[in-house]
């Protein structure tokens, strides 16, 4: 069953290395990551959720590079026994968050397209969480990338009040909340936690966990947010 949930956004500037001169600018929001990733320390089995342009699963390992923004470092997926298939970029930030905050669980990964249909992700996480006695889920998604006049969608007034609805049902645990995220309007606001988010709701049914939100704010534009469920 579920056992604990991590929710972070996956912005390759998370990553010191990447982020360069700006890494002192994401400082507070890496620190809220790892400290909710390190929460899942006590799992059975942690599984890594994000959006790939394809669908897939990784359960005897995987790598990702961080190549395609200029740096020569690769991560993998802590205690996955081979290499395995290439991470797709959300994937290989879970990973890095792994690593970084030492949490050395076995570890699986999934891909969800961001257009899949709610069912679908209720489904999938209902499955995750009957994988292990203890499951851990690293949830990694977006919010709205329509928050400012400078952020890649431009501004969208609604952007602001979608991402605090999914404040407070990261807040407050609440899996029903999530599961009702409407599909198109996220996507017109460029939200593309929302898949993630609501394989967490699924995975989270009758699990009676607690709320944390650990960080909320747009910075660049985007809606980032950081929160447990334990």
């Avoid at 809220?32 to 994000?50: F, H, I, K, N, P």
């Avoid at 747009?218 to 950081?226: D, K, N, S, W």
């Amino acid at each position: 069953m579920l056992a604990a949930a991590a929710v972070c956004p996956c912005p390759p500037l998370l990553v010191p290395e990447v982020a360069a001169g700006a890494a002192a600018e994401t400082a507070g929001l890496r620190e809220a990551c790892l400290a909710a990733v390190r929460e899942l320390a006590g799992a059975d089995l942690v599984v890594v959720v994000g959006t790939g342009e394809r669908a897939g699963v990784w359960t005897e390992g995987g790598a990702g590079s961080l190549r395609r923004y200029g740096v020569a470092k690769a991560v993998r997926l802590p205690l996955g026994g081979v290499d395995g298939p290439e991470l797709p970029p959300a994937l290989t930030v879970g990973a890095w968050l792994l690593e970084e905050a030492g949490v050395r669980v076995p570890t699986h990964a999934v891909a969800v397209r961001p257009d899949t249909a709610a069912e679908r992700l209720l489904g999938l996480g209902r499955g995750l969480a009957e994988l292990a006695d203890r499951v851990g889920l690293l949830v990694l998604g977006d919010g709205s990338a329509r928050r400012s006049v400078k952020a890649p969608g431009y501004l969208d007034e609604r952007a602001e009040e979608h991402d605090r609805a999914v404040a407070r049902a990261l807040a407050g645990a609440d899996a029903a909340a999530l599961a009702g995220l409407d599909a198109e309007l996220s996507a017109r606001l460029m939200a593309e936690g929302r898949a993630p988010w609501q394989v967490l709701a699924g995975a989270a049914e009758g699990a009676a966990l607690s709320g944390e939100l650990r960080y909320e704010d747009a910075p660049y534009g985007v809606g980032y947010l950081v929160a447990s469920w334990r």
